[in-house]
T-cell receptor, first 113, second 114 residues
Framework: GAGVSQSPSNKVTEKGKDVELRCDPI?????LYWYRQSLGQGLEFLIYFQGNSAPDKSGLPSDRFSAERTGGSVSTLTIQRTQQEDSAVYLC???????????FGPGTRLLVL | AQTVTQSQPEMSVQEAETVTLSCTYDTSESDYYLFWYKQPPSRQMILVIR??????QNATENRFSVNFQKAAKSFSLKISDSQLGDAAMYFC???????????FGKGTLLTVNP
Protein backbone atom coordinates (compact mmCIF):
# COMPACT_ATOMS: atom_id res chain seq x y z
CA GLY A 1 0.00 0.00 0.00
CA ALA A 2 1.31 3.32 -1.10
CA GLY A 3 1.18 6.22 1.26
CA VAL A 4 -0.23 9.68 0.67
CA SER A 5 1.35 11.28 -2.37
CA GLN A 6 1.50 14.94 -3.31
CA SER A 7 2.54 16.78 -6.42
CA PRO A 8 4.44 18.79 -7.28
CA SER A 9 7.12 18.39 -4.66
CA ASN A 10 8.19 21.98 -5.13
CA LYS A 11 6.54 24.88 -6.90
CA VAL A 12 7.93 28.33 -7.63
CA THR A 13 5.50 30.87 -8.97
CA GLU A 14 5.21 34.59 -9.49
CA LYS A 15 2.99 36.78 -7.39
CA GLY A 16 -0.49 36.99 -8.91
CA LYS A 17 -0.39 33.61 -10.62
CA ASP A 18 -2.74 30.73 -9.78
CA VAL A 19 -1.38 27.39 -8.54
CA GLU A 20 -2.85 23.93 -8.12
CA LEU A 21 -1.55 21.41 -5.62
CA ARG A 22 -2.56 17.78 -5.82
CA CYS A 23 -3.04 15.11 -3.18
CA ASP A 24 -3.60 11.36 -3.62
CA PRO A 25 -4.77 9.81 -0.34
CA ILE A 26 -4.16 6.28 0.84
CA UNK A 27 -6.53 3.90 -0.93
CA UNK A 28 -9.64 3.29 1.15
CA UNK A 29 -9.25 6.39 3.30
CA UNK A 30 -12.46 8.40 3.30
CA UNK A 31 -11.14 11.44 5.14
CA LEU A 32 -8.71 13.94 3.62
CA TYR A 33 -7.13 17.02 5.18
CA TRP A 34 -5.02 19.94 4.04
CA TYR A 35 -2.65 21.74 6.40
CA ARG A 36 -0.24 24.60 5.84
CA GLN A 37 3.16 24.80 7.48
CA SER A 38 4.86 28.17 7.55
CA LEU A 39 7.66 29.63 9.63
CA GLY A 40 5.52 32.26 11.22
CA GLN A 41 2.31 30.34 11.83
CA GLY A 42 3.46 26.76 12.34
CA LEU A 43 1.06 24.04 11.23
CA GLU A 44 -2.46 25.20 10.48
CA PHE A 45 -5.55 23.27 9.46
CA LEU A 46 -7.02 24.40 6.14
CA ILE A 47 -9.83 22.10 5.01
CA TYR A 48 -11.33 18.67 5.68
CA PHE A 49 -13.23 16.29 3.39
CA GLN A 50 -15.15 13.27 4.65
CA GLY A 51 -16.83 11.03 2.13
CA ASN A 52 -19.66 12.81 0.33
CA SER A 53 -20.29 15.28 3.14
CA ALA A 54 -19.84 19.00 2.67
CA PRO A 55 -16.22 19.91 3.41
CA ASP A 56 -15.18 21.89 6.46
CA LYS A 57 -13.53 24.95 4.95
CA SER A 58 -13.20 26.85 8.20
CA GLY A 59 -9.39 26.97 8.06
CA LEU A 60 -9.03 28.49 4.61
CA PRO A 61 -7.31 31.86 5.12
CA SER A 62 -9.04 33.75 2.33
CA ASP A 63 -11.38 33.34 -0.61
CA ARG A 64 -8.34 32.97 -2.85
CA PHE A 65 -8.04 29.45 -1.47
CA SER A 66 -10.32 26.65 -2.60
CA ALA A 67 -10.20 22.87 -2.69
CA GLU A 68 -12.12 20.07 -4.24
CA ARG A 69 -12.12 16.33 -3.99
CA THR A 70 -13.22 14.38 -7.02
CA GLY A 71 -14.75 10.93 -6.73
CA GLY A 72 -13.96 10.75 -3.05
CA SER A 73 -10.27 10.30 -3.80
CA VAL A 74 -7.86 12.82 -5.31
CA SER A 75 -7.97 16.38 -3.99
CA THR A 76 -6.74 19.62 -5.50
CA LEU A 77 -5.97 22.75 -3.50
CA THR A 78 -6.08 25.88 -5.64
CA ILE A 79 -4.61 29.22 -4.67
CA GLN A 80 -5.63 32.11 -6.90
CA ARG A 81 -3.68 35.31 -7.33
CA THR A 82 -0.86 34.07 -5.12
CA GLN A 83 0.76 36.39 -2.62
CA GLN A 84 4.20 36.17 -1.02
CA GLU A 85 2.61 35.28 2.31
CA ASP A 86 1.25 32.12 0.67
CA SER A 87 4.78 30.72 0.58
CA ALA A 88 4.73 27.63 2.79
CA VAL A 89 4.70 23.87 2.78
CA TYR A 90 1.25 22.49 2.05
CA LEU A 91 0.67 19.11 3.66
CA CYS A 92 -2.08 16.66 2.83
CA UNK A 93 -3.18 13.86 5.15
CA UNK A 94 -5.73 11.09 4.99
CA UNK A 95 -7.36 8.77 7.48
CA UNK A 96 -9.64 5.78 7.40
CA UNK A 97 -12.38 7.91 8.90
CA UNK A 98 -12.60 11.34 10.44
CA UNK A 99 -11.60 10.12 13.87
CA UNK A 100 -8.74 7.83 12.99
CA UNK A 101 -5.03 8.59 12.88
CA UNK A 102 -4.00 10.91 10.08
CA UNK A 103 -1.19 9.90 7.75
CA PHE A 104 0.66 12.64 5.95
CA GLY A 105 2.14 13.06 2.51
CA PRO A 106 5.56 14.62 1.82
CA GLY A 107 4.08 18.04 1.18
CA THR A 108 4.43 20.62 -1.56
CA ARG A 109 6.79 23.50 -0.91
CA LEU A 110 5.36 26.63 -2.51
CA LEU A 111 7.51 29.69 -3.07
CA VAL A 112 5.85 32.85 -4.35
CA LEU A 113 8.30 35.37 -5.77
CA ALA B 1 -9.76 26.79 21.88
CA GLN B 2 -7.23 24.09 22.41
CA THR B 3 -3.57 25.00 22.50
CA VAL B 4 -0.44 22.87 22.43
CA THR B 5 2.85 24.16 23.81
CA GLN B 6 6.29 22.75 23.20
CA SER B 7 8.65 24.76 25.37
CA GLN B 8 11.90 23.39 23.92
CA PRO B 9 12.63 24.78 20.45
CA GLU B 10 15.79 22.67 20.23
CA MET B 11 17.23 19.66 22.02
CA SER B 12 20.32 17.56 21.53
CA VAL B 13 21.29 14.09 22.68
CA GLN B 14 24.26 11.79 22.34
CA GLU B 15 23.79 8.66 20.32
CA ALA B 16 22.58 5.77 22.54
CA GLU B 17 21.46 8.15 25.28
CA THR B 18 17.90 9.00 26.35
CA VAL B 19 16.11 12.28 25.72
CA THR B 20 12.71 13.60 26.77
CA LEU B 21 10.72 16.14 24.76
CA SER B 22 8.09 18.17 26.58
CA CYS B 23 4.55 19.02 25.58
CA THR B 24 1.70 20.62 27.47
CA TYR B 25 -1.81 21.29 26.23
CA ASP B 26 -4.88 23.15 27.26
CA THR B 27 -8.37 21.79 26.77
CA SER B 28 -11.75 21.64 28.46
CA GLU B 29 -12.66 18.36 26.76
CA SER B 30 -12.55 15.04 28.55
CA ASP B 31 -12.27 12.88 25.45
CA TYR B 32 -9.29 13.54 23.22
CA TYR B 33 -6.21 12.06 21.58
CA LEU B 34 -2.59 13.10 21.67
CA PHE B 35 0.08 12.38 19.11
CA TRP B 36 3.77 12.79 18.51
CA TYR B 37 4.80 13.21 14.88
CA LYS B 38 8.34 13.26 13.54
CA GLN B 39 9.30 15.38 10.53
CA PRO B 40 12.76 14.70 9.08
CA PRO B 41 14.30 16.95 6.41
CA SER B 42 12.32 15.00 3.79
CA ARG B 43 9.24 16.88 5.16
CA GLN B 44 7.22 13.67 5.57
CA MET B 45 5.29 13.81 8.85
CA ILE B 46 5.60 10.38 10.41
CA LEU B 47 3.44 9.20 13.30
CA VAL B 48 5.61 8.21 16.24
CA ILE B 49 3.07 7.44 18.93
CA ARG B 50 -0.57 7.99 19.87
CA UNK B 51 -2.28 8.20 23.25
CA UNK B 52 -5.99 8.05 24.00
CA UNK B 53 -6.90 10.27 26.95
CA UNK B 54 -9.19 7.64 28.46
CA UNK B 55 -6.32 5.16 28.75
CA UNK B 56 -4.32 5.42 31.95
CA GLN B 57 -1.49 3.30 30.60
CA ASN B 58 1.25 5.22 28.82
CA ALA B 59 1.69 4.32 25.16
CA THR B 60 4.93 2.66 24.06
CA GLU B 61 6.34 1.96 20.61
CA ASN B 62 9.72 0.24 20.73
CA ARG B 63 12.23 2.91 21.85
CA PHE B 64 9.56 5.59 22.10
CA SER B 65 7.33 6.03 25.12
CA VAL B 66 5.21 8.78 26.56
CA ASN B 67 4.58 10.11 30.03
CA PHE B 68 0.92 11.15 29.96
CA GLN B 69 -0.14 13.18 32.98
CA LYS B 70 -3.80 13.98 32.36
CA ALA B 71 -4.36 16.16 35.40
CA ALA B 72 -1.30 18.22 34.61
CA LYS B 73 -2.15 18.21 30.88
CA SER B 74 1.33 17.06 30.07
CA PHE B 75 2.41 14.65 27.34
CA SER B 76 6.17 14.14 27.09
CA LEU B 77 7.99 11.85 24.67
CA LYS B 78 10.95 9.76 25.79
CA ILE B 79 13.34 8.40 23.20
CA SER B 80 15.62 5.67 24.51
CA ASP B 81 18.86 4.50 22.91
CA SER B 82 18.81 7.47 20.54
CA GLN B 83 19.91 6.80 16.99
CA LEU B 84 21.20 9.14 14.29
CA GLY B 85 18.00 8.51 12.35
CA ASP B 86 15.97 10.01 15.19
CA ALA B 87 17.24 13.48 14.28
CA ALA B 88 14.21 15.45 13.12
CA MET B 89 11.62 18.04 14.12
CA TYR B 90 9.13 16.54 16.57
CA PHE B 91 5.60 17.86 16.81
CA CYS B 92 3.11 17.25 19.57
CA UNK B 93 -0.50 17.30 18.37
CA UNK B 94 -3.97 17.27 19.92
CA UNK B 95 -7.30 16.13 18.54
CA UNK B 96 -10.63 16.38 20.33
CA UNK B 97 -12.64 13.19 20.62
CA UNK B 98 -15.37 14.20 18.23
CA UNK B 99 -13.20 16.48 16.18
CA UNK B 100 -10.88 15.77 13.30
CA UNK B 101 -8.61 18.79 13.23
CA UNK B 102 -5.15 18.35 14.61
CA UNK B 103 -3.76 21.21 16.66
CA PHE B 104 0.02 21.20 16.61
CA GLY B 105 2.69 22.63 18.83
CA LYS B 106 5.52 24.69 17.34
CA GLY B 107 7.87 21.71 17.31
CA THR B 108 11.18 20.69 18.88
CA LEU B 109 14.24 20.22 16.69
CA LEU B 110 16.16 17.18 17.93
CA THR B 111 19.83 16.77 17.07
CA VAL B 112 21.56 13.44 17.68
CA ASN B 113 25.32 13.67 18.13
CA PRO B 114 27.52 10.70 17.20
Amino acid sequence: GAGVSQSPSNKVTEKGKDVELRCDPISGHTALYWYRQSLGQGLEFLIYFQGNSAPDKSGLPSDRFSAERTGGSVSTLTIQRTQQEDSAVYLCASSFSGVETQYFGPGTRLLVL
Amino acid sequence: AQTVTQSQPEMSVQEAETVTLSCTYDTSESDYYLFWYKQPPSRQMILVIRQEAYKQQNATENRFSVNFQKAAKSFSLKISDSQLGDAAMYFCAYRGGSNYKLTFGKGTLLTVNP
